[in-house]
Nanobody
Framework: QVQLVESGGGLVQAGGSLRLSCAAS????????MGWYRQTPGKQRELVAT???????NYADSVKGRFTISRDNAKNTAYLQMTSLKPEDTAVYYC?????????WGQGTQVTVSS
């Protein structure tokens, strides 16, 4: 069983930065990939970035060069550093951990970027 708790969301002006954190419980989380997804009302949840247990990353085209995903396996925590934020980045951001044992999601954290 894996539990995920996101933090770090908030309100920021366009061009600003935020860092999201996702703390995972459960030893199996360390060997599973982790990812960040986002969702706005009326739209499907979309991939933002993913990272494997050994640090291989993947990004949506819309965030390449602006967002950086990382993880600290010793702390069982993933991060999403977001820079040069745009109003269209406004969404609820969800952490995901999947693979051995199941597919797990956090409760989400709101990110609002004002113009």
């Amino acid at each position: 069983q894996v539990q995920l708790v996101e933090s770090g969301g908030g309100l920021v002006q366009a061009g600003g930065s935020l860092r999201l954190s996702c703390a995972a419980s459960g030893s199996i989380a360390r060997i599973n990939p982790m990812g960040w997804y986002r969702q706005t009302p009326g739209k499907q949840r979309e991939l933002v970035a993913t990272i494997t247990s050994i640090g291989t990353t993947n990004y949506a085209d819309s965030v390449k060069g602006r967002f950086t995903i990382s993880r600290d396996n010793a702390k069982n925590t993933a991060y999403l550093q977001m820079t040069s934020l745009k109003p269209e980045d406004t969404a609820v951001y969800y952490c995901r951990n999947w693979g051995l044992g199941g597919d797990y999601w956090g409760q989400g954290t709101q990110v609002t970027v004002s113009s």
